[in-house]
């Protein structure tokens, strides 16, 4: 059991430049607030006296933070000696948290990090990832410790669930006026997720081909003429503009798709019935989906099928030209 001994401080004693074991981030929540407000501070917060005479905080730094903003002092403090290690205290704050809440991505990326000054990687992953609800794995071990390269702004939306942590580490390796440019372009209209991820590596894959930055591929006249089309709902715009990037990077496929539509459409194929080209229309094998409910639907369009394999316009879908 760690030795502490409680005393009263002033918050002027705090030492709130020192983040050693800050692993907090994130608006102060208002129902903490509240509970401070209204019936004070319950859980003492445990500092720790540093060799300057300022104290460090290691648990407690939003209570700490509120009790400022309320201008409540003295407080009463754990204080633990100055013989405890730095990491030590580090992994106090840690297993405090973590025992009270989950952390978000952004914390999770912080207890990598700081304790990465005091483990090895193989440590960090075996102990820290688990406890973080992550898999084990030194690829995420990776992701998470670059998402504090990122700027503010980029950091806030991730912790406040408005960016996933996925699009975070996509955007990661990116100059910061192209993190910029994705950042606001998912801001202002509704991607989902994997859409997301599937237009950062298109726009990047456009600009890598035409020497051109992800930035100035999303602030292209034709991207820019359908983030603006307002008379269509923001629904439609993000299809669009999605047709749009995925034409730019593969003309030729996204020409043969719409060719192919056209003519499965001409072909008025039974209801249940789907056409499903091979990957990419590379290759021979095509397939046939079929859904029904009772053996004499199955033995009809079965029948149906085989009327139609015969038809010109069927065969004329799987021409590559």
């Keep these: ?138 690829v995420i071990f990776g992701r998470y410790k670059k998402l504090l390269l990122m700027e503010e702004s980029i950091l806030d939306a991730i912790a406040g669930g408005t960016l996933h942590e996925r699009i975070g580490f996509v955007l990661s390796p990116l100059e910061q006026g192209d993190r910029f440019a994705f950042f606001n372009f998912f801001q202002e209209l509704p991607f989902s997720v994997s859409v997301q991820e599937e237009l950062v590596e298109t726009v990047v894959e456009i600009g890598r081909r035409d020497n051109l930055t992800p930035r100035e591929v999303l602030d292209s006249a034709e991207v820019n003429d359908l983030r603006r089309a307002h008379k269509r709902s923001a629904r439609q715009r993000v299809q669009e503009i999605r047709k749009q990037l995925l034409a730019t990077r593969a003309p030729r496929l996204t020409a043969r798709e719409e060719r192919f539509d056209r003519e499965v459409g001409k072909l008025k194929l039974p209801a249940g019935v789907r056409v499903v080209p091979p990957p990419y229309f590379e290759g021979p094998r095509w397939s046939l989906e079929c859904t029904f409910e009772r053996g004499d639907e199955l033995a009809t369009r079965l029948r149906q099928l085989a009327e139609l394999a015969d038809q010109p316009e069927f065969k004329q879908i799987m021409e590559s030209e």
């Design 1 to 138: 059991m760690t030795e502490k001994e409680s005393y009263s401080i002033q918050l002027d004693e705090v030492d709130w430049n020192d983040a050693s074991c800050l692993i907090t981030y994130g608006p102060l929540p208002d129902k903490l607030t509240l509970s401070i407000q209204t019936v004070g501070l319950i859980q003492k917060p445990l500092l720790q006296r540093n060799r300057d005479g300022l104290l460090r905080i290691v648990c407690g730094s939003r209570r700490l933070a509120v009790c400022q903003q309320l201008g409540l002092e003295p407080l009463s403090c754990e204080i633990l000696p100055t013989s405890i290690s730095p990491e030590t205290c580090l992994r106090m704050a840690i297993y405090d948290n973590i025992a009270q809440r989950d952390l978000n991505p952004v914390e999770k990326s912080l207890v990598l990090t700081k304790m990465a000054q005091h483990e090895d990687q193989a440590q960090l992953i075996q102990e820290f990832m688990p406890l973080l609800n992550l898999e084990p794995s030194t």
